[in-house]
């Protein structure tokens, strides 16, 4: 183990510095136990790190065996490219968005320190851009916390990630990205569906679903939560009218006979409602839905099903979050959700952990939050499960748009410490003709729901 200094840190900055390094400059300033120094007053005392905001060139080999812990510098697309360039060519190839820390130490190798894969929005390249930005100047402060906890820098094994090669491949791509999207926008609505069925098989068949929940022309319905309750067996989701564009949630009951009844709005709020997470606990039922434009994270406890709840708690509060979602797991209660903002991180690519004694909380952050930084399987798509001592977690794929796929991950570390899980399964779209998407999977005892999306031309009437 690396020795923890008891002085402060010393951060050398290399100059210019670029306008995305604010966000990070500032995280930096708040831990303790560290000094931050630019070239412009640097002086002959050691130096911990020096820190280049910017991807590695010749420049820095006169920093060479200068800093205790190396010489930081970043790179995008997996290669030491422009983010722009990484950005375009990643989307000429259908895959996310790469970004990384890395450091060159005394053997003058380079060694990954972090590494992230963000959503990649090939319509605006601009946005990935600044999201990749964002994100990535932050990883200095997370990788410094981690030293600091633990007197040793983490080491990642740097997943490589194959993108296009210069030229006009990928500007063609994002042209074409951007007149698929409009062309779609003018004339289709993105209608979300629903399929469920009986039976707990680890990874359900859509295509062999039992129910078809196909909603009216004026909305979707999606992010669906089977329960089954005094002999009945309901689907809870939500509701989004295309003329508000504003979600709330509602019950629909699976019929024995293959169909469905109708919706029952059970909340509607003065801002958007969607996933409508259950939980039983001590002879009562709960909700958490998510209720990211209120920046609140809130219980609710069922007081007539299915359409009377009442406040029960606040977990979490002046956040911009995504699926919260609750398991208890070794004696523990975990929360599971994506934090981001709009202007800012990606919501789809940065999965956060707090635990609790109790599901009403009150909530600890994670040591190591973001626990997860990677749009292919962060965001929460369901409840977790146990299957044979195992704990899955389903999450989605939105490494090139919202909700692609589902992925199945098995947990491998769920400590107060610790977190890690690796990718099993998935469900991608193609269990129905004309499915372009699908990202949920949700479960009750006997029964499981799964979302589709199609293509509803907007002159479809009701």
Not at 198 to 224: I, N, T, Y
Not at 240 to 254: K, Q, S
Request: aromatic share 12%; net charge negative; glycine share 6%.
């Amino acid at each position: 183990m690396t020795e923890i200094k008891t002085e402060p840190l010393k951060i050398r900055l290399t100059a210019p510095l670029p306008r995305w390094a604010e966000a990070g400059l500032s995280a930096l300033r708040q831990q303790p136990c560290l000094e931050i120094i630019t070239d412009d007053n640097a002086s002959d005392t050691p130096i911990d790190i020096v820190l280049h905001f910017g991807i590695y060139s010749n420049a820095l080999q006169r920093y060479y065996d200068t800093a205790r812990l190396g010489i930081w510098y970043f790179r995008f697309g997996g290669q030491d490219l422009d983010v722009s360039d990484a950005a375009r060519r990643a989307a000429a190839v259908g895959v996310a968005v790469e970004c990384s820390l890395w450091a060159i130490q005394s053997d003058h190798q380079p060694v990954c320190l972090y590494q992230s894969f963000g959503q990649n929005d090939d319509f605006a390249v601009w946005r990935s851009v600044t999201r990749t930005l964002a994100k990535a100047s932050l990883f200095p402060e997370r990788v410094l916390a981690h030293y600091q906890r633990t007197g040793e820098l983490p080491v990642c094994n740097a997943e490589q990630i194959a993108i296009s090669p210069p030229g006009l491949n990928s500007r063609i791509a994002q042209i074409w990205a951007v007149a698929r999207k409009v062309f779609y926008k003018l004339f289709y609505h993105e209608q979300w569906f629903i399929v469920a069925g009986k039976g707990q098989a680890l990874v359900p068949d859509p295509s062999q679903a039992e129910w078809l929940l196909m909603p009216p022309a004026d909305c979707f319905w999606a992010d669906p939560f089977p329960i089954e309750k005094d002999g009945r067996v309901w689907i809870l989701l939500e509701v989004l009218p295309f003329a508000t564009e504003r979600g709330h949630l509602a019950a629909v009951e699976l019929l024995p006979d293959g169909s469905h009844g109708a919706a029952q709005n059970i909340m509607l709020q003065d801002y958007h409602l969607s996933y409508p997470f259950l939980l039983a606990w001590q002879g009562e039922l709960y909700m958490l839905p998510e209720a990211g434009a209120s920046r609140v994270v809130t219980l609710w406890r069922c007081e007539q099903f299915p359409d009377r709840w009442t406040k029960a708690a606040t977990f979490l509060t002046d956040i911009c979050f995504t699926d919260a979602t609750i398991i208890e797991h070794n004696e523990l209660w975990w929360l599971f959700l994506t934090i981001g903002e709009e202007d800012g991180i990606c919501l789809q690519d940065e999965l956060y952990l707090y635990y609790a004694d109790s599901p009403l909380g009150p909530w600890t952050r994670h040591a190591e939050n973001p626990v997860k930084s990677d749009a292919r399987n962060a965001r929460p798509a369901g409840n977790l499960f146990h299957r044979d001592g195992v704990l899955y977690r389903p999450a989605q794929d939105c490494a090139t748009g919202y909700g692609k796929a589902v992925v199945l991950n098995r947990v491998d570390t769920l400590t107060t410490a610790q977190f890690s899980e690796t990718p099993v399964a998935r469900i991608d779209p193609d269990w129905r003709d004309s499915n372009r998407c699908t990202h949920t999977l949700s479960r009750s005892e006997n029964y499981w729901a799964v979302d589709g999306l199609r293509l509803l031309p907007k002159w479809w009437k009701l």
